[in-house]
């Protein structure tokens, strides 16, 4: 861009119109000091001006002035090359900002993050841990059954029959047993769990909700450690061979968000809490110690999801599930 080179004749001619006007000037110079007017004058008259002149007026050969120009266009040239260069160093200061950008893991982009964001989740895995429902469940017998591995029928004959039968539309009288107030107060609170957790911790690589997370530990609290809970769950309506397939009961739904409460607190909460204690070597005060959870399946069957968008968000690859309002 700015490299310039010349040649051993301009550089010749060059150096001799320099020695040549300066030689010219000290000659006058040096009559011009002399203090007497007639040695001056005299001086003056005896310069040899036949030779400096002809040194002199070679410097305006056509070689001198070509190369002069020559060297006029390529100081333009360089200077307009520093000025592109210049504003693509201005313009370049954006993307060096995008280059300094700190990446985040596990939500977290420095321990002092971690260990904030630890302080939350903490709190939500031990009262994730609780088995309070769970333990309920079985105690009644009512932990086995269609729902308990994360499925639910999904046949179209099934829907309708459900559909009619949630909404009030079937008032057919046969032997069918509704659920009682209790049964459907739990199935509520399961529902809110399953809005709050979607909320508290949208993903493995994402930044908990506080406020959120309070709301889902509030809800688990309820779940697990209420007074009533075995009376509220002996209110569902039973099972049998023909229901089980024509209609989605309640204590199947209850048993569909147990299965996946306990996938949300495997896959996604404790898979959080590693990967920030692991990545910053980060720590959080320790809840009071809980039972230890009824162990759940490892891998996603097929059906419907509890947690809409956590468990798509997951950093571990399921089967794409259809959401349980």
Not at 136 to 143: H, T
């Amino acid at each position: 861009m700015c490299n310039h080179t010349t040649n051993a004749t301009f550089d010749a001619l060059v150096a001799s119109c320099v020695t040549a006007e300066k030689n010219f000037r000290d000659e006058l110079d040096k009559c011009s000091k002399e203090s007497d007017t007639d040695k001056a004058c005299t001086c003056m008259t005896t310069l040899d001006t036949k030779t400096v002149l002809a040194a002199i007026k070679k410097c305006k050969a056509p070689d001198l002035k070509a190369g002069r120009d020559r060297i006029s266009k390529e100081k333009d040239a360089c200077k307009e090359g520093f000025k592109a260069c210049k504003q693509a160093e201005d313009k370049s200061v954006e993307g060096v900002g995008t280059c300094k950008k700190v990446n985040k893991c596990g939500g977290a982009k420095n321990k002092t993050e971690a260990a904030r964001l630890l302080k939350i989740l903490k709190p939500l895995s031990a009262a994730l841990a609780n088995t309070g429902f769970a333990d309920a469940l079985k105690k009644l017998g009512l932990d086995s059954g269609t729902g308990r591995d994360g499925n639910l029928p999904t046949s179209r004959l099934t829907q309708l029959r459900n559909a009619r039968f949630s909404d009030g539309r079937d008032t057919r009288s046969d032997d069918r047993q509704t659920d009682g107030d209790g049964c459907k107060k739990v199935e509520a609170e399961w529902k809110v769990f399953n809005t709050s957790g979607d909320k508290a911790v949208p993903g493995v690589d994402k930044e908990p909700d506080a406020t959120e997370t309070d709301k889902t530990i509030a809800s688990l609290n309820k779940l697990n450690n209420g007074a009533t809970i075995e009376a509220d769950l002996k209110s569902c309506a039973k099972e049998n061979s023909t229901r089980q397939v024509t209609v989605i009961l309640t204590i199947v739904r209850i048993r569909f968000y147990v299965f996946w409460c306990g996938w949300f607190q495997v896959f996604v909460v404790e898979v959080q809490i590693i990967i920030l204690e692991v990545t910053f070597g980060a720590s959080s005060p320790t809840p009071s110690p809980v039972p230890a959870p009824t162990p759940v399946a490892t891998s996603a069957p097929g059906g419907r999801h509890i947690v809409k968008q956590i468990m798509k968000r997951a950093a571990f690859p399921k089967k794409d599930k259809h959401i349980m309002k």
